[in-house]
């Protein structure tokens, strides 16, 4: 007889590994790994820029949303979508969705 772990769904697993390399990705100036954000490094945005930010976040909110998610300005437009309310998840709900 043996005892394994409870085997987690896929996504579950994917948020937790992505939880986990978070602050490896801040600390690297890198957005959090793919599949939870695109594993980029940050990068200068003309569209950052045009809309008041600093180049890399278009404002403070942004800013400061990197610093708790690891999302980069691209995957938060994309996680945080303005226009669905039901799209504008923090982490601590995406991962309260999949457990
Ligand atoms: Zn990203």
Do not use: H, W
């Amino acid at each position: 007889m043996s005892i394994e772990p409870t085997p987690k769904a896929p996504e579950l697993e994917a948020v937790l590994e992505g939880l986990a390399g978070r602050s490896t990705a801040i600390n690297k100036l890198t957005c959090v790994q793919v599949p939870i954000g695109c594993g980029k490094a940050l990068q200068d945005s003309d569209f950052a820029k045009s809309t008041g930010g600093d180049g890399v976040f278009r404002d403070e909110l942004s800013k400061r949303e990197y610093t708790i998610s690891g999302f980069c300005q691209d995957c938060q437009d994309k996680i945080f979508a303005p226009d669905e309310d039901d799209f504008r998840l923090t982490t601590e709900e995406i991962v309260g969705r999949l457990s």
